[in-house]
């Protein structure tokens, strides 16, 4: 199985809290597939965990890349864009 790549961006003036953490990893957990989150050229964190995403300690501001394990395009692209969306300001 290969993996999809997609930008997202925090744009939450929190950055990266429990609500989005949370919610992502609803999303994750749903989905049955394996996503990691991080910086650009840093190690990423499955996103399976709030502890393990807010450890990250993302902030406002920051993009992200967000890998989702499959090789369905559609679905990865859907998940990308919903992550996208808890990440924007409430």
Same mark, same amino acid.
């Given at each position: !199985?290969?993996? *999809? ?5 925090? %744009? /939450?003036?929190?950055? %990266?809290? =429990?609500?989005? &953490?949370?919610? #992502?990893?609803?999303?994750? @957990? ?6 990691? *989150? ?12 709030? %502890?393990?995403? !807010?450890?990250? @300690? *993302?902030?406002?501001?920051? &993009? ?6 499959? /090789? /369905? ?5 859907? #998940?990308?864009?919903? *992550?996208?969306?808890?990440? @924007? =300001? /409430?």
């Amino acid at each position: !199985m290969s993996s *999809i790549q997609g930008q997202v961006q925090v %744009l /939450d003036p929190i950055g %990266l809290h =429990a609500r989005p &953490a949370s919610q #992502i990893v609803k999303l994750v @957990k749903e989905s049955g597939l394996e996503i990691t *989150i991080g910086r650009p050229g840093q190690e990423f964190a499955k996103a399976n965990s709030a %502890l393990r995403l !807010m450890a990250l @300690k *993302i902030s406002s501001g920051e &993009a992200l890349t967000v890998e989702v394990e499959t /090789d /369905d395009q559609a679905l990865a692209e859907g #998940i990308i864009a919903q *992550i996208q969306e808890f990440l @924007k =300001a /409430d």
